[in-house]
C-alpha cells in the first residue's frame, strides 16, 4: 500500500482558497488518489477521488501531476464550516478483497473568520 | 445521512462485559468495514468483509469478533476489552465496482469507553 504525507494542520480565513498537498512517491499504477474529510465525532465522507491530471466537483478540486507522486485538494473560498481533518488515501480495488485503503494522519485544518 | 447506521452511538462497558456494536448499510453495497479510531491516532482498519466473507483482519486482538450474516448487516461482538479499547469505531461499506477503487461510506461511528 503506498504511504501518503500529509502536513499535519493548516490555518486558513473564511473566503479564501486552501490548497493541501499530499505527498505519494511510490504510488502504484492501478492506484487512485481519494481525498475524504471528517469531522469531530463522525465517521470520514467521501470528497473527491482521482488517478491523474485534474478533476473537478462542486465541493472541491484535485490537482495530480504527470508523475502523480503527490496531488493537491484545493478547497475554493473556505468556511467555517470546512474546518475539519482531510485525509488522502492511496489504494486500488483488489475484486475479491474490497478496498484497501489505509488512513494516514490527515490534515487538521482550522478556518478561522 | 450517508445510508449506514450504527448502533449504539455510544457504549460504556466493564472490562468483564460481552456486548455487540452493530452496523446496517441501505445502500446495496456488498463490502463492509469495521474501523477503530483512537485519540490522536489515525484510523485503523480492522476486518474487512467482500461478499459476505471475511478477507482481512489487521491482527486485531481475538476479544474483537466480527460477523457478516449478510450484506447489510455487520456485527462487532466485543467481550473482556482493556481500557485502552476505548475508542470510536467506525462502519463502513462500499460498492466492489470492479475497478479502480470504489468510495467508503461511513457511519456515524459508536463511541466506546471500557472502565
Known amino acids: 500500500l503506498a504511504k501518503t504525507t500529509q502536513p499535519i494542520s493548516m490555518d486558513s480565513y473564511e473566503g479564501q482558497e486552501v490548497n493541501i498537498t499530499c505527498s505519494h512517491n511510490?504510488?502504484?499504477?492501478?492506484?487512485?488518489i481519494t481525498w475524504y474529510q471528517q469531522f469531530p465525532s463522525q465517521g470520514p465522507r467521501f470528497i473527491i477521488q482521482?488517478?491523474?491530471t485534474k478533476v473537478t466537483n462542486e465541493v472541491a478540486s484535485l490537482f495530480i501531476p504527470a508523475d502523480r507522486k503527490s496531488s493537491t485538494l484545493s478547497l475554493p473560498r473556505v468556511s467555517l464550516s470546512d474546518t475539519a481533518v482531510y485525509y488522502c488515501?492511496?489504494?486500488?480495488?483488489?475484486?475479491?478483497?474490497?478496498?484497501?485503503?489505509?488512513f494516514g494522519g490527515g490534515t487538521r485544518l482550522m478556518v478561522k473568520p | 445521512e450517508t445510508g449506514v447506521t450504527q448502533t449504539p452511538r455510544h457504549l460504556v462497558m466493564g472490562m468483564t462485559n460481552k456486548k455487540s456494536l452493530k452496523c446496517e448499510q441501505h445502500?446495496?453495497?456488498?463490502?463492509m468495514y469495521w474501523y477503530k479510531q483512537s485519540a490522536k491516532k489515525p484510523l485503523e482498519l480492522m476486518f474487512v468483509y467482500s461478499l459476505e466473507e471475511r478477507v482481512e483482519n489487521n491482527s486485531v486482538p481475538s476479544r474483537f469478533s466480527p460477523e457478516c450474516p449478510n450484506s447489510s448487516h455487520l456485527f462487532l461482538h466485543l467481550h473482556t476489552l482493556q481500557p485502552e479499547d476505548s475508542a470510536l469505531y467506525l462502519c463502513?461499506?462500499?460498492?466492489?465496482?470492479?475497478?479502480?477503487?470504489?468510495?467508503?461510506?461511513f457511519g456515524p461511528g459508536t463511541r466506546l469507553t471500557v472502565l
Open positions: 463502513a461499506s462500499s460498492q466492489l465496482a470492479g475497478a479502480g477503487t470504489d468510495t467508503q461510506y
Open positions: 511510490n504510488i502504484a499504477t492501478n492506484d487512485y
Open positions: 482521482g488517478y491523474k
Open positions: 488515501l492511496v489504494g486500488t480495488l483488489n475484486n475479491n478483497a474490497g478496498n484497501m485503503l489505509t
Open positions: 445502500l446495496g453495497h456488498n463490502a
